[in-house]
């Protein structure tokens, strides 16, 4: 009796924040998502119409870059001083799950939003029975193109590569068109700088390649034909000049975005960085500038893509504030924010899929182009809670090949490195 009372106490405290109630509550979010131009009306609008149709609601907003957003969380939370809800890379989510730092959104959320929010993404957050993130700005990462580049290359932009061997030779031909727009062209802005993130992005070329990272019995492991072809050809990639060397995240997408390189992988976001930083100079369209399409697959006809959604958790701190669990479905189900946040971001802007083919997102090409890419996409190639830590290994062991080690060598160090990670 007391269980279902408590039950309906929450139900009740729901409705009457998603109807717009008196009570004040300060809700705390920690993320990257207004640190970005493109982004930043979108983002304004959310917290201003949430405010607005929830009296008495505020919402603390805490930004924090990408590539800092993990360890400023896992401080705030062993410091006591956790935010309600974080912006997570998809990865971060078993390790702030192992810290017992999570609520399960199973019993915070309304059905009609988890029902929309796709199997594949609820089972990939789903620890122990427990969902413990839900899709916010879903990143399929695709084989991003110049199709300019690839026609002055002599490359049929409309016949993008669907293999390995076929995108090496479209890599090599672009980079050999020489210097434009103010530099050297690259056949590739790869990100090869020593981050979690450099190591998560290169799990494509190794499914390009036919190969896995976690084996039949769940156990992660990188010392496969395929991972020592990838680190191979990281390495050649880079010494002929075809790709930068240790580019990070900002740096790769700078280079693509200038026209200086002529493939990239990257999500959805890519329209509203390619306009921004070039300055309207390049166009995203399937017979514009720039396009996308599947990463390559060792069969040609088998894509396996990541994918690097931007992801929300409730912390536990969170759970105790009824404001926070309504202030997640407000950024993934109010119909005038999603719409609002595409048309100023040129991105999909919510996990759900009713919401993905509604309104004018469900008739932008560029945005269904993603949206099918997604129906191949990985949320979680590792689930351990050292995950993180692994991606991190991956990214020295890249590096070092890269700069001439022995590429047997290293991927036994990294090999090592995962076991004691997994102990």
Same mark, same amino acid.
């Given at each position: 009796?007391?269980?279902?009372r ?19 509550q ?20 959310i ?45 971060w ?105 450099s ?49 990070d995240i ?43 399409a ?14 690097? /959604? ?6 536990? %701190? #969170? @759970? $105790?504030?009824?404001?926070?669990? =309504?202030f997640? !479905? ?64 991956? /990214? ?6 890269? %700069? #001439? @080690? $022995?590429?047997?060598?290293?991927? =036994?160090?990294? !090999? ?8």
């Amino acid at each position: 009796m007391h269980e279902v009372r408590r039950l309906t106490l929450a139900a009740t405290a729901f409705l009457a924040l998603s109807a717009g109630s008196a009570l004040a509550q300060e809700v705390s979010f920690m993320g990257w998502v207004g640190l970005f131009d493109f982004q930043k009306k979108g983002w304004d609008n959310i917290v201003s119409s949430f405010e607005k149709s929830h009296p008495g609601m505020t919402v603390k907003y805490i930004g924090t870059p990408n590539e800092q957003t993990l360890n400023q969380a896992v401080v705030a939370i062993n410091g006591g001083q956790s935010p309600d809800i974080v912006q997570v890379n998809p990865g971060w989510v078993s390790q702030l799950n192992g810290m017992s730092a999570l609520t399960n959104l199973s019993d915070k959320l309304p059905k009609t939003t988890l029902d929309n929010i796709p199997q594949g993404y609820r089972d990939a957050m789903t620890f122990d029975g427990s969902l413990v993130a839900v899709p916010w700005i879903p990143g399929p990462i695709a084989m991003v193109y110049n199709r300019t580049l690839m026609k002055e290359a002599g490359l049929d932009p409309d016949h993008p590569p669907q293999t390995w061997q076929e995108f090496t030779s479209a890599v090599d031909a672009i980079c050999a068109l020489g210097d434009k727009n103010g530099g050297k062209v690259y056949g590739v802005a790869l990100r090869t700088a020593q981050q979690p993130a450099s190591g998560l992005w290169t799990l494509p070329i190794i499914w390009a390649q036919g190969g896995d990272v976690v084996d039949a019995g769940g156990k992660v492991n990188f010392d496969t034909d395929a991972t020592k072809s990838t680190l191979t050809w990281l390495h050649d990639v880079i010494g002929k000049g075809c790709a930068p060397e240790f580019a990070d995240i900002q740096q790769s997408r700078n280079l693509f975005a200038q026209g200086r390189a002529g493939f990239i992988f990257e999500g959805p976001w890519i329209g509203g960085i390619v306009a921004n930083i070039s300055g309207g100079a390049l166009k995203v369209g399937k017979d514009a500038d720039v396009w996308m399409a599947n990463m390559p697959a060792s069969d040609g006809k088998s894509p396996r893509d990541l994918d690097n /959604s931007n992801m929300l958790v409730l912390t536990k %701190k #969170g @759970a $105790d504030n009824p404001a926070a669990a =309504a202030f997640v !479905d407000f950024i993934i189900s109010d119909p005038q924010a999603v719409e609002y946040f595409y048309e100023t971001s040129n991105q999909l802007t919510t996990g759900r899929t009713d919401l993905i083919g509604a309104g004018k997102m469900g008739q932008d090409p560029y945005v269904q182009a993603f949206a099918a890419i997604l129906k191949n996409a990985n949320p979680l190639p590792i689930r351990d809670v050292q995950a993180t830590g692994m991606y991190d290994a991956l /990214s020295k062991a890249m590096q070092a090949v890269i %700069k #001439g @080690a $022995d590429v047997a060598g290293e991927i =036994a160090t990294l !090999d090592s490195a995962v076991e004691r990670l997994a102990d």
